[in-house]
């Protein structure tokens, strides 16, 4: 897991994303090609800011090991006041959770390769 | 294009099977299969396998080759592929076969699908069917494959006013039908509190709106219509066998609570075979979470989006309804055997279209399945005929 998280640690850590100037289209995460314009595409990357919407929910109680200790977690799907949507954990009391909620980007620990192992960091989001 | 038929079916038993292997599971299928066409064996030109993970369920990849070995294919030579689409796997592989035949290439193949699941722990099964999804964006957050079908369903709630009690009502008629198959992996019925009683595993979505993941394996022999006239006096037609695609992760979607892969399969689908929806008998649907039974009516184009619950509310898709839909007992109650269910849907139908469901059988000369890969990225839409 760990090369393929470090060398997108820029997107994981901040927002970025990818916008195509040909057609406008904003992508999270970010894609090298645009899928409307193939050929056409002309990609810059671009930073999605810190505030979104909550759009979906679910709150995890059956995790993979490395989750466990989390459980029960926010998942939630929230749309990005400038960009797309975003599939990322909502750190609260699950009982909180609401579609509509107001949220914001925080830099949080997601998981860690056992005892001695490597720590991965990421977005999450809390309450405004 | 010749024409391609089914005109032989085996299924192994689904689910826990301790004391039974990977090669003997498969195998028990594909012998099955073979005596119900009435072959030797040696007349497979070609065999296509679904399988969605030996490589982390087993330790084993080059599946393909050993079920070939194992099957005494390796013995003749036979070219044997194994393709892989998440759990539509076995789709992929009647697919697969149905082109082989379809484009005169081989007169008599084999499509098998195969799963074995419970040499690993829960655990790192809920973490190798979070693979179906989007593993870096999505696995990554936490986000494991019921908690995906989760967000779908509590938008589809929001949106639509479908309720967790039409959810279980899936759950609850699946179990119905599965009671009646023998082969199937629970055969007990249930009743909506059993549903709304039981555990979250991702909220909404409680324990029994979740399939079981399961071992098993099915296998059909696909021919061309010339073949099949020699073999068989009751060969099933497969008039249409479609596959698209969509993003990956649900986050690139326009719309989550629409399946486009499934819309665009089944669009071809019933224009291949020039059919309606409403020329439609039978159905077996892809309900790995009962959302997605809901979702399917809805793309499949049985009811307008959004309007899906109402199928299971007034009845229409139970056994005696006008369109049943998961007569086997679905993934639900029949068992999800991963690579093996696409296959095992298609045994299901061709048993119904023979008039062999036995206390199941429903009044039908046309079937249509459904497989998803994940949260349908992947879908198979295949329409079959006896005429």
């Not at chain 2, 219509?225 to 993003?247: F, G, H, K, M, N």
């Given at each position: 897991m760990l090369p393929r998280f470090w060398r997108k640690i820029k997107y994981r850590y901040d927002i970025v994303g990818s916008e195509c100037e040909s057609c406008g289209s904003k992508f999270y995460p970010p894609r090298n090609l645009c899928p409307v314009c193939r050929r056409r595409s002309r990609i810059k990357e671009i930073d999605f800011g810190e505030r979104g919407t909550v759009v979906s929910y679910t709150v995890v109680y059956d995790s993979p090991d490395e989750f466990k200790l989390q459980k029960p977690y926010v998942v939630a799907l929230i749309k990005l006041d400038d960009g797309p949507l975003i599939t990322s954990?909502?750190?609260?009391?699950?009982?909180?959770v609401e579609v509509g909620m107001r949220v914001v980007k925080a830099f949080r620990k997601y998981f860690e390769e056992g005892d001695a192992g490597i720590i991965y960091y990421g977005t999450k989001f809390v309450p405004e | 294009?010749?024409?391609?038929?089914?005109?032989?079916?085996?299924?192994?038993?689904f689910g826990e099977l301790w004391d039974r292997g990977f090669r003997d599971i498969v195998l028990s299928a594909g012998v099955e299969a073979i005596e119900d066409a009435g072959l030797e064996g040696k007349e497979i030109e070609a065999m296509y396998v679904g399988n969605m993970s030996g490589g982390r369920y087993l330790d084993q990849e080059h599946i393909a080759a050993l079920i070939a070995d194992y099957s005494g294919l390796a013995e003749l030579n036979v070219p044997s592929t194994r393709v892989e689409g998440a759990d539509a796997s076995g789709g992929l592989a009647l697919r697969q076969a149905y082109l082989a035949v379809a484009s005169g290439v081989h007169d008599i193949v084999i499509a098998a699908g195969a799963e074995k699941v419970t040499d690993v722990g829960s655990e790192?099964?809920?973490?190798?069917?979070?693979?179906?999804?989007d593993r870096e964006w999505e696995g990554f957050v936490g986000a494991t494959l019921p908690a995906l079908y989760a967000l779908i369903a509590r938008m589809h709630f929001i949106r639509?006013?479908?309720?967790?009690?039409?959810?279980?009502?899936?759950s609850v008629k699946n179990h119905r039908n599965g009671a009646l198959n023998p082969k199937a992996q629970f055969r007990r019925e249930i009743k909506v509190e059993d549903v709304m009683r039981s555990p979250f595993v991702a909220d909404p979505l409680r324990?029994?709106?979740?399939?079981?993941?399961s071992d098993g394996a099915a296998a059909v022999i696909i021919a061309n219509e010339r073949v099949a006239r020699q073999l068989t006096d009751s060969p099933v037609y497969i008039t249409a066998c479609t596959q698209a695609s969509d993003y990956l992760a649900l986050q690139n979607r326009k719309d989550i609570t629409t399946m486009?892969?499934?819309?665009?399969?089944?669009?071809l689908a019933y224009k291949t075979a020039k059919m309606t929806p409403r020329d439609i008998d039978v159905v077996e649907v892809h309900d790995s979470f009962t959302i997605a039974e809901i979702l399917a009516y809805e793309d499949l184009g049985f009811v307008e989006k959004g309007k899906g619950a109402t199928l299971i509310r007034e009845g229409i898709t139970e056994l005696d309804g006008e369109l049943p839909v998961n007569t086997s007992g679905g993934l639900k109650s029949c068992g999800h055997a991963v690579g093996a269910t696409g296959i095992r849907q298609?045994?299901?139908?061709?048993y119904q279209l023979r008039g062999k469901a036995g206390k199941r059988q429903v009044d039908a000369e046309t079937?249509?399945?459904?497989?998803?890969?994940?949260?349908?990225?992947?879908?198979?839409v295949t329409i079959f005929e006896v005429r």
């Amino acid at each position: 897991m760990l090369p393929r998280f470090w060398r997108k640690i820029k997107y994981r850590y901040d927002i970025v994303g990818s916008e195509c100037e040909s057609c406008g289209s904003k992508f999270y995460p970010p894609r090298n090609l645009c899928p409307v314009c193939r050929r056409r595409s002309r990609i810059k990357e671009i930073d999605f800011g810190e505030r979104g919407t909550v759009v979906s929910y679910t709150v995890v109680y059956d995790s993979p090991d490395e989750f466990k200790l989390q459980k029960p977690y926010v998942v939630a799907l929230i749309k990005l006041d400038d960009g797309p949507l975003i599939t990322s954990q909502v750190v609260c009391d699950p009982d909180r959770v609401e579609v509509g909620m107001r949220v914001v980007k925080a830099f949080r620990k997601y998981f860690e390769e056992g005892d001695a192992g490597i720590i991965y960091y990421g977005t999450k989001f809390v309450p405004e | 294009m010749e024409r391609v038929a089914i005109i032989g079916v085996g299924q192994s038993e689904f689910g826990e099977l301790w004391d039974r292997g990977f090669r003997d599971i498969v195998l028990s299928a594909g012998v099955e299969a073979i005596e119900d066409a009435g072959l030797e064996g040696k007349e497979i030109e070609a065999m296509y396998v679904g399988n969605m993970s030996g490589g982390r369920y087993l330790d084993q990849e080059h599946i393909a080759a050993l079920i070939a070995d194992y099957s005494g294919l390796a013995e003749l030579n036979v070219p044997s592929t194994r393709v892989e689409g998440a759990d539509a796997s076995g789709g992929l592989a009647l697919r697969q076969a149905y082109l082989a035949v379809a484009s005169g290439v081989h007169d008599i193949v084999i499509a098998a699908g195969a799963e074995k699941v419970t040499d690993v722990g829960s655990e790192m099964t809920t973490d190798i069917m979070a693979s179906s999804a989007d593993r870096e964006w999505e696995g990554f957050v936490g986000a494991t494959l019921p908690a995906l079908y989760a967000l779908i369903a509590r938008m589809h709630f929001i949106r639509y006013d479908t309720t967790p009690e039409d959810l279980a009502m899936v759950s609850v008629k699946n179990h119905r039908n599965g009671a009646l198959n023998p082969k199937a992996q629970f055969r007990r019925e249930i009743k909506v509190e059993d549903v709304m009683r039981s555990p979250f595993v991702a909220d909404p979505l409680r324990l029994l709106d979740c399939a079981p993941l399961s071992d098993g394996a099915a296998a059909v022999i696909i021919a061309n219509e010339r073949v099949a006239r020699q073999l068989t006096d009751s060969p099933v037609y497969i008039t249409a066998c479609t596959q698209a695609s969509d993003y990956l992760a649900l986050q690139n979607r326009k719309d989550i609570t629409t399946m486009e892969a499934v819309r665009k399969a089944s669009e071809l689908a019933y224009k291949t075979a020039k059919m309606t929806p409403r020329d439609i008998d039978v159905v077996e649907v892809h309900d790995s979470f009962t959302i997605a039974e809901i979702l399917a009516y809805e793309d499949l184009g049985f009811v307008e989006k959004g309007k899906g619950a109402t199928l299971i509310r007034e009845g229409i898709t139970e056994l005696d309804g006008e369109l049943p839909v998961n007569t086997s007992g679905g993934l639900k109650s029949c068992g999800h055997a991963v690579g093996a269910t696409g296959i095992r849907q298609a045994v299901e139908i061709t048993y119904q279209l023979r008039g062999k469901a036995g206390k199941r059988q429903v009044d039908a000369e046309t079937g249509l399945s459904l497989n998803i890969g994940g949260t349908g990225a992947t879908a198979v839409v295949t329409i079959f005929e006896v005429r």
